[in-house]
């Protein structure tokens, strides 16, 4: 399965920004899929999953900022984030789980495919 995040950029704070990402297989439509993000010096974290029955799972800390959503018929996965901070400066990826499986208590739980990743800058 192959990734490809676009959208990223500078972006002032208080400001909104639209991540997409396309996946290249036909079942897309079956895998839970996920945002993360690493920021400067810091491990990659879970910002939002979304499962094939569109039940999504947010970070605590950026709940009410972001959404996560995701096309089917475009086999593409949406991240919004609204009201960005220095802080959400960060490389975002999105990642798949093809198992079929509902999101986690975290995230997807058999995350196998990543994205190369998207720089987002707050300034």
């Known amino acids: 399965v192959q990734l490809v995040e676009s959208g990223g950029g500078s972006v002032e704070a208080g400001g909104s920004l639209t991540l997409p990402c396309t996946a290249s297989?036909?079942?897309?439509?079956?895998?839970?899929m996920g945002w993360f993000r690493q920021r400067p010096g810091e491990a990659r974290e879970v910002v939002a999953a979304?499962?094939?029955?569109?039940?999504?799972l947010y970070a605590d800390s950026l709940k009410g900022r972001v959404t996560i959503s995701r096309d089917n018929s475009e086999k593409s996965l949406y991240l919004q984030m609204n009201n960005m901070e220095a802080d959400d400066t960060a490389i975002y990826y999105c990642?798949?789980?093809?198992?079929?499986?509902?999101?986690?208590?975290?995230?997807?739980?058999?995350?196998?495919?990543w994205g190369q990743g998207t720089q987002v800058t707050v300034s």
């Open positions: 297989r036909s079942t897309y439509n079956t895998y839970c």
């Open positions: 979304i499962d094939n029955t569109g039940t999504t």
């Open positions: 990642a798949a789980d093809a198992s079929g499986r509902p999101v986690g208590s975290v995230t997807c739980p058999h995350i196998l495919y």
